[in-house]
T-cell receptor
Framework: DAKTTQPTSMDCAEGRAANLPCNHSTISGNEYVYWYRQIHSQGPQYIIH???NNETNEMASLIITEDRKSSTLILPHATLRDTAVYYC????????????FGKGTLLTVNP | GAVVSQHPSWVICKSGTSVKIECRSLDFQATTMFWYRQFPKQSLMLMAT?????????EQGVEKDKFLINHASLTLSTLTVTSAHPEDSSFYIC????????????FGQGTRLTVV
């Protein structure tokens, strides 16, 4: 699966949008982009995933560039409870489904 | 969303003993389950992938005889850490998927193992 690059850490003010970038320049045509987050000492939580179209759910929006080499996870109105490590993962799925976690981005939402 | 439950949430054991961790999918049948290990301030490291009724596939560097994985049913997988040592102390996390293809994985809450 393709490798991803994320900033080590980011800060965001409570109530503002948090935009978390991810580079995946070696992504191949059949690989999806997944986002998970992990709050301290808990198991990861699924956020969203997509292939090439932008996706939105009740938690977040995922914007994937046209060339699919990068994506941005958007939390529209960050709260203190959104403070977590956010992981961007590329996965080809099917019989090769396997989520490999990188170092992720520590998002700190400040009051 | 679907629920994956791990038991126990934490365990302390003596060096040389074995510890079993259970991972259950509570409201769906999990075709595939995954076991991860996470050391402090590090990311999750995939240990093995298991499909119901077949042998687990271990990642490179993970000792299959030390970390025994059993996936006897579509809702239960177990990880047994055999002859545990202090260096096995870690946060163990399981996840499960509902089917093939690109689908989200659901994670358990993790098990904190401390070997003394």
């Amino acid at each position: 699966d393709a490798k991803t690059t994320q900033p080590t850490s980011m800060d965001c003010a409570e109530g503002r949008a948090a935009n978390l970038p991810c580079n995946h320049s070696t992504i191949s045509g059949n690989e999806y982009v997944y986002w998970y987050r992990q709050i301290h000492s808990q198991g990861p939580q699924y956020i969203i995933h997509g292939l090439k179209n932008n996706e939105t759910n009740e938690m977040a929006s995922l914007i994937i560039t046209e060339d699919r080499k990068s994506s941005t996870l958007i939390l529209p109105h960050a709260t203190l409870r959104d403070t977590a490590v956010y992981y961007c993962i590329v996965n080809s799925g099917g019989s090769n489904y396997k989520l490999t976690f990188g170092k992720g981005t520590l998002l700190t939402v400040n009051p | 969303g679907a629920v994956v439950s791990q038991h126990p949430s934490w365990v302390i054991c003596k060096s040389g003993t074995s510890v079993k961790i259970e991972c259950r999918s509570l409201d769906f049948q999990a075709t595939t389950m995954f076991w991860y290990r996470q050391f402090p301030k590090q990311s999750l490291m995939l240990m093995a992938t298991s499909n119901e009724g077949s042998k687990a596939t271990y990642e490179q560097g993970v000792e299959k005889d030390k970390f025994l994985i059993n996936h006897a049913s579509l809702t239960l997988s177990t990880l047994t850490v055999t002859s545990a040592h202090p260096e096995d102390s870690s946060f163990y996390i399981c996840s499960a998927t509902r089917g093939q293809g690109n689908t989200e994985a659901f994670f358990g809450q993790g098990t904190r193992l401390t070997v003394v």
